[in-house]
């Protein structure tokens, strides 16, 4: 395995599971992330259970917060994980516990943060220790993960309040950003191309010159100012295939951050007709489009210079055809926008009407370029089987 493959394993060796039990020495311990996969936090469809088979078979999952209204529906889903665990790593056997950290890492939004405010991140980095049921009582994330707007005021909040050893993702989308994250001292850079699902940049380029750009000025700023590490880097965006992982570490990465490969899995948390278009969905770059028009809808207040992939649809169509038909195709943006919603109330009814029936004519379903090459429901496990042919373990 290179060196660069295996600094992302190296840098999550200390979450370790008991050695099987023919093992010599009974309290041994061995690494928990054993692939260099990583499944991304999708809000509504990375749910405890994803997180658990992922974590069990050797990648790393991350749970998301998404746009939560109640952190205590959070805290208890996040209880609902250490008695999925393989090994539930409680001290049912005497032993003092060994382990720090839950091998997963809590994914938060970043804009979403600042709007809430870090209580629930404070409460998520104590590990809930004091929970009445030891065995339920998780530990603190062996990381915490940020994308989509300003991270930067949470980084003394992580360094102060998590474990010693608690590790940073933060998700990027250029290489100026990239360049930030590793001045910020940021363990992991996750590098998102615009083939990625859910939200992302809209200024962005393909996986395949925004990783070999990043690596190279990484590297170069490190040759430069002795005081720079270089961070671990992640790709994600559209990856679907064994050949994609050889393909993004042959360029630098260490390993991938999947999300769409995951959604038709039978243990993520969508519905199984949304699972079934996905699984009908090809031809993905043709059939997928980045659009802001969900987040005005839900009136969420992403921040400038976002917007997200989704499996074309009505409303997507629509967006299109207004668009064209005012003339302001070629401006797609915050003006046309507000120049059109207007006309909007129909479909804004429409919207909530699709909400309640899960209709996902209307409703995005975030996904990226790679739902092309999805055409079986299989399980996470046999998927990450999938993911890893081409690796030596
Ligand atoms: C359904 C869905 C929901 C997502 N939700 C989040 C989220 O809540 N937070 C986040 O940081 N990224 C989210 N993402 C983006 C992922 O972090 C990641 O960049 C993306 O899934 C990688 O591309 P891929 O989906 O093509 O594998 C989401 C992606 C999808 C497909």
Known sequence: MST?????LTTFKHITRPAPTSSANATARVPRVTKPIVSAPMNGWSGPNLVATVANHGGFPIYPIGYYTDPSKILKDLQSIPPLLNDPES?????????VFMPYAVGFISFWLDLKGPELLRSILKGQGDHPDRRSAPRPPAAIWFAFGDYKPFLEFVREYGAVGTKIFVQVQTVQEALEAQEQGVDVVVLQGTEAGGHGA???????????????ALKDKVASNSSLQMPVVLAAGGISTAAQVTAVQAMGASGVVVGTGFMPTFESHGAQHAKERLLRTSDGGANTVRTRIFDELREFDYPAGYDGRVVRNLLTDREEDDLKYCGLYEQKGQAAFKLLKGDRTGTKQDYERAVKEQDYDLL??????????????????????QLMVNQQQ
């Open 91 to 99: 001290d049912n056997d005497g032993q003092q516990d060994t382990d």
């Open 364 to 385: 995005p379903l975030w996904c990226g370029t790679g739902v092309g090459m999805l055409n079986k429901q299989v399980s996470a496990a046999e998927f990450m089987d």
């Open 4 to 8: 660069t493959r295996n600094a992302f």
């Open 202 to 216: 809209q200024r962005v380029s393909p996986l395949m010159t925004l990783l070999p750009e990043t690596v190279q």
